[in-house]
């Protein structure tokens, strides 16, 4: 590896990525991939969206006081789902600037176009395949590096009609 300034840079930044998702199988896949790419300390999961919120409240308040570079919601969790925890999310000043994707398996655009309205960066349909849920970690774990950019809704929803 050649050495930059960019790369310097990104070598001293800690990515925490909060991820929330009601299935266990799903969280545990999901580790698994990234304990596959070498990134096994970078997610931390929780099962809904009020263990998000929780989950956010104790950083804030803990001596290290470091909130996630990205927050990954699941769509449909019970108690809080991911369309409700992303407008929480929104709504609070300290978590706003918090980029936020919604990774679920529906492809509603009316959902899509909601999420959208509430602030989510994008909206990623959840893999069928182990490769692709290395690629989806992978990428999380790049966006935070600013070394990938995921598609823009508009180009999402075209993609769907």
């Given at each position: 590896?050649?050495?930059?300034?960019?790369?310097?840079?990104?070598?001293?930044?800690?990515v925490?990525?909060?991820?929330?998702?009601?299935?266990?199988?799903?969280?545990?896949?999901?580790?698994?991939?990234?304990?596959?790419?070498?990134?096994?300390?970078?997610?931390?999961?929780?099962?809904?969206?009020?263990?998000?919120?929780?989950?956010?409240?104790?950083?804030?308040?803990?001596?290290?006081?470091?909130?996630?570079?990205?927050?990954?919601?699941?769509?449909?969790?019970?108690?809080?789902?991911?369309?409700?925890?992303?407008?929480?999310?929104?709504?609070?000043?300290?978590?706003?600037?918090?980029?936020?994707i919604?990774?679920?398996?529906?492809?509603?655009e009316?959902?899509?176009?909601?999420?959208?309205?509430?602030?989510?960066?994008?909206?990623?349909?959840?893999?069928?395949?182990?490769?692709?849920?290395?690629?989806?970690?992978?990428?999380?774990?790049?966006?935070?590096?600013?070394?990938?950019?995921?598609?823009?809704?508009?180009?999402?929803?075209?993609?769907?009609?």
């Amino acid at each position: 590896m050649i050495l930059t300034r960019e790369n310097l840079s990104n070598m001293d930044k800690v990515v925490k990525i909060l991820l929330a998702d009601d299935d266990l199988e799903d969280r545990f896949i999901m580790q698994d991939a990234f304990n596959a790419i070498k990134l096994p300390n970078v997610p931390f999961f929780v099962e809904d969206g009020e263990k998000v919120l929780e989950h956010l409240a104790a950083q804030m308040h803990s001596d290290e006081g470091t909130l996630p570079s990205l927050v990954v919601l699941d769509l449909n969790m019970p108690r809080l789902s991911g369309r409700e925890t992303l407008r929480e999310l929104k709504n609070i000043a300290h978590y706003k600037d918090i980029p936020v994707i919604i990774f679920s398996s529906s492809l509603n655009e009316i959902e899509m176009h909601e999420c959208r309205q509430l602030g989510a960066l994008s909206y990623m349909v959840k893999p069928f395949t182990y490769e692709e849920y290395l690629l989806s970690a992978q990428h999380f774990y790049d966006f935070c590096l600013s070394r990938h950019s995921f598609p823009e809704f508009n180009s999402l929803m075209d993609s769907f009609k």
